[in-house]
């Protein structure tokens, strides 16, 4: 017989029921579960719910927040009668005055865990706007802060009445624009020229100003003095205690004192060859002082006997002063424009090692510096006093204690230097991990050892001693890109209790620290601490990166 199995005639269609295919042809039964899920490119991943607890556990120490600002907080100032009365400018070219005088905590709901009931930032009591780029400078003049002062990215100062409330606040008096860009302002403190400041550009230029509205009303914004000797961008001014003389320094590596109301040329203190009005210059061009890469802070002693500047890959140089006196001698100080490796008599040179660094004294072999001794003398002005580096990075920052023989240096290698003044600026101590995140300081803690992981460290941008009492004036406070707000008992190691946070408080214990103070984003760009002011009864107040300002008690 023939075999019919596959042959099907006209007569013989399959039905629906029989099978279009034969099983031995398909590759695979699947069998019939129409509830089987799809294939996933996360199959066996698990939810970690640590890490994303992690991720909210937001700590905030603060008692109150300013955050009407919609970018960084590049600067802040607070009145110097009235230290609650706060200013702050920044990257939205706007400036706003605050009162921080908080009754009670006020927390921003936006870093609490828990908030149960909406929390209010502070209220502006003024917005002041008018520049076209943003403000990276502003102060209150002095004595008693009738004026605030913004300077600007667009080259522009901006003069406004603190004492006019109404019918607006802080109306503008006058502003101008003289040069590209105002790299900073400085107040100037002498009893005989009120409303009186400095500003340094970005062309190098220093110039003095006066406002005094009263005497001449269509020109209220007068110029005292304009310097041109620095050849490139002026970074920092620190005028003398009693307002006399004024330092500036430079990215060319230059530092002048200026004579602007010419009371030193009138006490016969002139220098033979910087002119201008300066009666002390130092360039690169003499070895002894060059620091390769520029100057970018300095300080003035409150005696006002020396000078400090910092610049580049941790150089310090010590230069002294003019004392100014009614004595009729005359005293020419020659500034330094040509070429010498000679080294001072009094100096010091402190070189980086893995213990610090030990002071070296100089062929005069005298104990004391001349913060012991009162002032420079004619012969020590201008003169090299010690030469420091024990940090590695850049000295961002420079203050005095008022009470006592310290000085503190701030670098971008997240360390804090203490110098003893009275003792050839020996070193006292290093932090070296001043500014680094909670995960550097809780690793160090678990190893026992004084530092974390090098890439874990930010930038210390400001220190500052507290001014009102001598206890106070032991106490050092200092911010930094971390984003905490720290504060050193540098009279010696273990002053006071742990940290904030309690994370790392041995290795900050063995360094000073009392306290420290989170709230800011931290962590580097974007969130770090750019500037702070120091209120009665410890209180501080920041100027974030985030945009926000937090009040520490």
Not at 271 to 293: C, H, I, K, N
Not at 359 to 377: D, F, I, L, N, W
Request: charged share 15%; with cysteine; aromatic share 6%.
């Amino acid at each position: 017989m023939a075999d019919t199995s596959n042959n099907h005639g006209a007569g013989n269609a399959p039905s629906d029921d029989e099978a279009l295919l034969d099983p031995s042809e398909a590759a695979e039964i699947v069998p019939d579960d129409p509830d089987h899920p799809m294939d996933s490119d996360n199959e066996g991943f698990q939810p970690d719910n640590d890490a994303q607890e992690e991720e909210i556990q937001l700590q905030n120490d603060s008692i109150a927040y300013f955050d009407h600002h919609t970018d960084s907080i590049f600067c802040i100032a607070n009145h110097p009668l009235y230290p609650t009365i706060i200013a702050t400018g920044g990257g939205d070219d706007t400036t706003y005055i605050f009162s921080a005088d908080v009754p009670s905590p006020v927390l921003p709901r936006s870093y609490e865990t828990n908030s149960s009931s909406p929390r209010s930032s502070l209220p502006p009591t003024a917005k002041l706007t008018g520049h076209t780029d943003s403000i990276n400078a502003l102060i209150y003049t002095l004595p008693s802060g009738d004026f605030l002062l913004t300077g600007g990215l667009d080259g522009r100062i901006r003069v406004h009445s603190s004492t006019t409330t109404t019918p607006t606040p802080y109306p503008l008096v006058t502003s101008a624009q003289e040069v590209p860009e105002v790299n900073f302002l400085s107040p100037c403190p002498h009893p005989t020229y009120p409303n009186t400041f400095a500003l340094g550009a970005s062309d190098g230029s220093i110039w003095i100003y006066s406002v005094d509205p009263i005497s001449d009303p269509q020109n209220p914004l007068q110029v005292l003095q304009a310097y041109y000797l620095h050849t490139e961008s002026a970074t920092a001014g620190a005028w003398t205690p009693d307002g006399k003389l004024l330092a500036t320094v430079s990215e060319d590596g230059s530092l002048y004192v200026w004579d602007p109301f010419g009371e030193a040329a009138g006490a016969g203190i002139t220098s033979s060859s910087s002119g201008q009005a300066a009666v002390v210059g130092l360039t690169t061009a003499d070895q002894r002082f060059a620091v390769e890469d520029g100057l970018f802070s300095v300080a003035v002693s409150p005696s006002g006997s020396f000078a400090a500047v910092g610049g580049a890959h941790g150089v310090i140089r010590i230069v002294g002063l003019p004392r100014l006196s009614t004595s009729s001698s005359s005293t020419t100080i020659t500034t330094t424009t040509k070429n010498t490796k000679s080294s001072s008599s009094s100096s010091a040179k402190f070189t980086k090692s893995s213990a610090g660094a030990k002071s070296k004294p100089g062929a005069g072999g005298s104990k004391k510096s001349a913060a012991s001794e009162g002032g420079a003398t004619g012969q020590q002005a201008g003169q090299i006093l010690a030469s420091l580096q024990v940090q590695s990075e850049s000295i961002e920052t420079l203050a005095f204690s008022p009470h006592h023989p310290l000085l503190a240096a701030g670098s971008v290698d997240g360390s804090i230097c203490l110098f003893d003044t009275a003792h050839n600026f020996t070193l006292r101590r290093h932090i070296r991990k001043a500014a680094a995140s909670a995960s550097a300081y809780s690793a160090a803690a678990a190893e026992g050892e004084g530092e974390g992981d090098e890439e874990e460290a930010f930038a210390v941008v400001k220190v500052g001693f507290g001014t009102e009492t001598e206890d106070e004036a032991w106490m050092l406070t200092s911010c930094g890109m971390d984003g905490v707000v720290r504060r050193w008992d540098c009279r010696g190691g273990g002053g006071g209790g742990g940290s904030a946070t309690g994370g790392g408080a041995g290795q900050g214990q063995q360094q000073g620290l009392v306290k420290e103070w989170r709230g800011h984003r931290g962590e580097g760009e974007g969130g770090g601490v750019l500037g702070f002011v120091l209120m009665d009864g410890g209180k501080i107040v920041t100027a974030g990166d985030d945009g926000v300002s937090l009040v520490f008690a």
